[in-house]
């Protein structure tokens, strides 16, 4: 049954989710539909709900009534994608969505009213309280922490890094869907390659992004790329109208039981909680999840949270070791200038194998088909990446 809220002088409310971001809004824009007397709310440092940012999605990545319950904060959907290599060009037929920041914060917004407090820093984060930077101390039956990632000892890391500007062209651009990934481009700092939005029909947004070794961003050269990009396609950029950026983590290997035993009993959403998908890095469809299994718990109390959500995380852990491996040898096996020739590879196999890896749902034929062949990395560089340990990796530091 749903969580009894007890005395109204008793706590603040029954769940406090901390941080406004994709996860923990998802998780309270689903427990509005299904548990409407649950009393939620919302602490956001900043002034908006979800910050700067652009999430994107393969249709095919959610189930139908995910995809039905959160049709509200789509902004963006196109009906296929292209990729581009040196040596390869694709248009795949796969359905692709995105959801902006303000289309979230406004939809979001509306719906909790004021069960969302926005500009609000917190100080200290514990299973059923949290302490206020100025000394306020907020009560709940229990507290989700999605702020966001964190560093951990306990994870070994490579990084997407990127830079995107939305920016409104002087005449129409002429694409009718995304490019995923454009690594036609010059690469060095490791896998590069351009990601483009068309928006409208004279706007994008238009990424310039890495998968390196260092999580640094050097946010002037990388403009000064997007400018370039756009220049070299016959864009002319009248205006820029916003400006992301971000550093996603790429896990390589990790301990995902002393991961949690950190947490300290305090429940996890999102990139807090490792719900990504280890190799892209796309974090929205795990949200969505990760909201529709928080939404089903019959208790919702702070100890059967914990223990719902880590049980979750870890189960998914364990079911994307495979990933991992391939996180290994694209970042220890290939040498940083030549990583594309394994996204080239990859992106020449069938595409119901490319719309499972993207879900992170392949079969066992899937896994077989992907490393068999001619490899694009060094065979004895693939086998000792792919074979070095976990420990090993930790012995190195946080990064490859």
């Known amino acids: 049954m749903p969580l009894d809220p007890g005395p109204s002088n008793e706590v603040d409310a029954d769940l406090i989710l901390v941080g406004g971001g994709l996860a923990n809004g998802l998780i309270a824009w689903r427990l509005r539909m299904t548990q409407p007397q649950c009393r939620l709310l919302v602490l956001e440092r900043d002034t908006r709900l979800g910050g700067n940012h652009t999430w994107s999605f393969h249709t095919t990545d959610v189930t139908a009534a995910q995809r039905a319950w959160m049709a509200p904060l789509i902004t963006h959907e196109w009906s296929a994608h292209e990729v581009i290599f040196p040596a390869h060009r694709r248009r795949l037929s796969g359905g692709y969505a995105s959801i902006t920041s303000e289309r979230f914060h406004a939809v979001l917004s509306a719906e909790l009213g004021h069960r969302a407090l ?19 101390v907020l009560r709940a039956h229990a507290v989700i922490d999605g702020r966001g990632v964190r560093s951990s000892p306990h994870l070994c890391l490579g990084f997407q890094k990127f830079l995107g500007q939305e920016v409104r062209l002087a005449a129409p651009h002429g694409l009718n869907a995304p490019i995923l990934m454009d690594a036609s481009v ?3 700092d490791g896998y590069r390659f351009v990601y483009v939005l068309p928006l409208s029909a004279t706007t994008l947004l238009i990424e310039d992004t890495f998968y390196a070794n260092g999580d640094q961003v050097d946010t ?17 950029i009248a205006e820029v109208i916003r400006e992301e950026n971000g550093v996603l983590p790429i896990i390589l290997a990790g301990d995902p039981h002393a991961f949690w ?17 280890p190799t892209t890095g796309y974090s929205l469809p795990d949200a969505v999840a990760m909201a529709d299994m928080v939404a089903g718990l019959p208790d919702l109390s702070s100890e059967a949270l914990f223990q719902s959500v880590r049980h979750y995380a870890i189960a998914r852990w364990r079911a994307r070791g495979f990933f ?5 040898m694209l970042f220890l096996a290939a040498t940083p200038p030549l990583r594309w020739k394994v996204m080239q590879r990859f992106y020449r ?16 034929d899937d896994k077989l088909r992907i490393v068999s062949g001619k490899p694009p990395v060094p065979f004895w560089a693939g086998v000792r990446a792919a074979l070095t340990t976990r420990d090993a990796l930790m012995a ?4 490859p």
């Open 118 to 136: 926005m500009g609000v820093d917190v100080d200290r984060v514990e299973p059923q309280q949290v302490t206020l930077a100025d000394g306020r």
């Open 186 to 188: 010059r690469q060095f």
């Open 220 to 236: 002037e050269k990388l403009r000064g790329h997007i400018a370039d990009y756009a220049s070299a396609r016959g864009w002319q």
């Open 261 to 277: 035993r950190d947490k300290k009993g305090v429940p996890q959403s999102g990139m807090s909680a490792g719900l990504f998908h």
């Open 324 to 328: 991992r491996l391939l996180n290994r």
């Open 349 to 364: 196999l069938r595409e119901p194998l490319i719309v499972r890896f993207y879900g992170a749902r392949l079969r066992a």
């Open 396 to 399: 190195r530091g946080n990064a």
